[in-house]
């Protein structure tokens, strides 16, 4: 970034502000005052940390600050270690045990942890940290209050008692949940094993960081080993190769000093990568941005990273799985070109796939196929990493993950630069995907490509299931993300461009005779009676849809159309419910949401998915299916504002395009 240039929002130099709360601006204003500062977002009460009132006085909650329970409290304690942190009551072991790998990289524990904090002069109460979240960084900020229960910490803390970071950042980051690097976790097969400890030492249903690996020589043969940690800070494992095993003593000194072994209930521990493998389920690791890395010593590779958020919506873009085939092709889809090859080889096979999950209706078929897709890819020259992450949805102490999944398509140039509809996935197969559904927060894959143009579509195994992701992608070379949109486009007045016909203009005729005011001219009530004595039952018309009708064509301002405005406007009707037939397939009077699109395409008016979205949001609130008024009205509001984008003559609104006109002014 250029000297003067503004950090862009959402990056580690100009974080969003959660809660609006801007560290520099209240720590200044606590300075000036001389008072401490008071978080009225995360107040000093039990409801902020969940726990019911303990009617023994003596075991009461106090809110104290650090210099409050020890005199000597710090904020850091000369260095900082992945034995800084131990667990206390809260439930958390999985974020300490990201926390304690945090530790191992100073960089990017300077992201999170920002330097230059202090319980000393100038102290003001107040500390901030960032946390990478979807794809951008957020600053949280508190005040340094914590929980403590006869003397002590409720929750986490330092093995020296006095220092604090620690704890501060779990408070800032329960705050940021309103509730890792690497870690691992042993299945518990019910929640009464929750926290049983076998016989080895480990404790089922409980996260531990990987801090170390390392290959040790004894009798000339060398045992791969991993170094955990138990976030509790004591509880360690007793097999093979644990602190006081057996099978350290015929290793020499040198060899057990250049491990670091100690042999002290501090929580940390060695275990060979046999039994690792045999006693543990699940690995976890954070997929850290290359740049965040910068500065450690890690191989620098060429890798760019390109991201996305997206939403499914139902009844418009929430279009399940391939087995949906009406409605998959209106899941959100994301170009992805590749316009460069690898610079070196990628000799790394693809993760294996899961047993685990929901599959698609084809899924047997590419299994079958699955070696030879693999050779085929091992072929091509674009080593890629597709992410797709689900946002929010852990609420309190709740976790309802959708089965989530992505595919691949290469597009054909004749087809590029546009949604892709349910005839191309009919007929196309995926070059490449997550592999099954999982309910699961992400899903990613490792694929290798050819340079080319594909499609990215994310989304859920069932139809209708709304939900916020994220998507990312890692690539050795160059690559564009965007979204697989468009600029909206009308030919309404070319498709409508018929005559009435003469039992239309018979029609008219008559209700004018009847009803017209001095002026020949109807209103809303009277063109209701007219549209509805035509139309078929099921599409009988309200008085507010006529009202956006008459408002369309008049351009006057006279509430009411002449003869033949309404002439127009009927014969416009007629062929919407011919359009409308069409996709209702069961004669409800309605069509299923997702056939909008197709709908308006059928009279002319092309919308990329997120004006589609709105207008799903707009006219067919909280259905899944849409009227034929609703159709109507979406048709009407839609032709007006193209008719008033063509006349607009601001470049600025020109610049930005017919796109923002139409989201812009269909919201109100």
């Known amino acids: 970034m250029s000297e003067g240039e503004a950090a862009a929002l959402g990056s580690i130099n100009n974080p969003l502000k959660f809660k609006r709360q801007d560290y520099q601006t209240l720590l200044e204003t606590c300075l000036a005052s001389g008072e401490l500062f008071s978080d009225p977002a995360f107040p000093a009460e039990h ?38 942190i131990c667990q206390g009551q809260l439930g958390n072991c999985w974020l300490l045990a990201a926390l304690s790998s945090l530790t191992m990289h100073p960089k990017l524990f300077d992201k999170v942890v920002p330097a230059n904090q202090s319980l000393s002069e100038p102290y003001a109460g107040i500390f901030h940290f960032k946390f990478w979240q979807y794809g951008e960084w ?29 704890a501060l950042v779990e408070k800032a980051y329960a705050k940021l949940m309103g ?42 043969e060398e045992t791969l080993l991993y ?18 095993s057996k099978e350290w003593d015929g290793v020499d000194e040198a060899e057990k000093k250049r491990v670091e072994l100690k042999r002290t209930e501090d929580g940390e521990f060695w275990i060979s990568a046999e039994d690792f493998s045999r006693f543990f389920n699940t690995v976890e690791l954070c997929s850290v941005n290359p740049d965040m890395l910068e500065g450690e010593s890690v191989p620098q590779l060429a890798w760019t990273i390109t991201e996305h958020e997206g939403f499914w919506v139902s009844g418009s873009s929430a279009g399940g799985s391939r087995r949906y085939r009406r409605s998959f092709w209106t899941n959100p889809q994301y170009e992805l070109i590749l316009s460069e090859k690898d610079l070196d080889d990628d000799d790394e096979d693809q993760e294996e796939e899961d047993e685990n999950g929901e599959e698609d209706e084809e899924d047997n078929v590419v299994n079958e196929n699955k070696m030879t897709e ?67 927060r992400g899903v990613w894959r490792k694929v290798h490509l050819d340079p080319g143009y594909y499609v990215i579509v994310a989304s859920s195994y069932k139809p209708n299931q709304p939900g916020e992701f994220f998507i ?31 039992e239309d203009q018979a029609c008219v005729e008559k209700m004018f005779d009847e009803s017209a005011n001095g002026n020949d001219r109807l209103r809303a009530k009277e063109l209701r009676k007219l549209f509805n004595s035509v139309l078929n039952k099921d599409y009988n018309l309200p008085m507010e849809t006529c009202t956006q009708l008459i408002l369309a064509e008049d351009s006057e301002g006279h509430g009411s159309l002449r003869r033949e405005q309404a002439e127009n406007v009927l014969t416009n009707l007629r062929i919407l419910q011919e359009t409308f037939l069409k996709f209702d397939e069961d004669s409800s009077g309605t069509m299923s949401s997702f056939e909008l699109r197709n709908a308006l395409a059928k009279v002319g008016l092309l919308c990329d998915s997120k004006v589609v979205q709105l207008l799903c949001v707009r006219f067919a609130p909280g259905e899944l299916q849409m009227s034929f008024h609703g159709f109507v009205t979406s048709v009407t509001r839609l032709n007006k504002l193209f008719a008033l984008y063509d006349s607009e003559t601001s470049q600025e609104v020109k610049d930005k395009g017919i796109n923002a006109w139409l989201l812009k002014f269909l919201a109100i």
């Open 138 to 166: 957020v600053e949280v900020v508190v005040d340094d209050r914590l929980p403590v229960r006869q003397g002590r910490l409720l929750f986490s803390y330092s093995r020296t008692r006095n220092e604090f970071w620690s």
């Open 179 to 220: 509730g890792s690097l690497l870690s691992c976790f042993i299945e518990a097969k019910s929640y009464k094993e929750v926290g049983v400890v076998t016989k080895e030492g480990l404790i089922k249903g409980h996260a531990y960081a990987i801090t170390d690996t390392d290959k040790v020589l004894k009798d000339s």
């Open 47 to 84: 409801k902020s940390i969940g726990m019911p009132i303990d009617p023994d006085p003596q075991k009461a909650i106090k809110w104290l600050r650090p210099k409050d329970i020890t005199k000597t409290a710090v904020f850091v304690e000369d260095t900082i270690g992945t034995t800084d």
């Open 374 to 440: 693999k050779q085929e890819q091992k072929a091509k020259q674009c080593t890629v990493v597709v992410e797709l992450l689900q946002k929010d949805r852990r609420q309190k102490d709740k976790v309802n993950f959708l089965y989530i999944a992505f595919h691949i398509y290469k597009v054909p140039p004749e087809l590029q630069g546009q949604c892709l509809d349910s005839s191309f996935f009919s007929k196309t197969r995926p070059v490449a995907r997550s592999g099954k559904y999982k309910a699961q």
């Open 227 to 244: 170094k955990l940690r138990n976030p509790w800070g004591f509880v360690e494992y007793q097999g093979p190769w644990s602190d006081k």
């Open 472 to 502: 990312r992608i890692f690539s050795k070379t160059g690559n564009t993300l965007g979204t697989q949109d468009f600029t909206c486009t009308s030919d309404f007045l070319q498709v409508m461009a018929l005559p009435a016909s003469a």
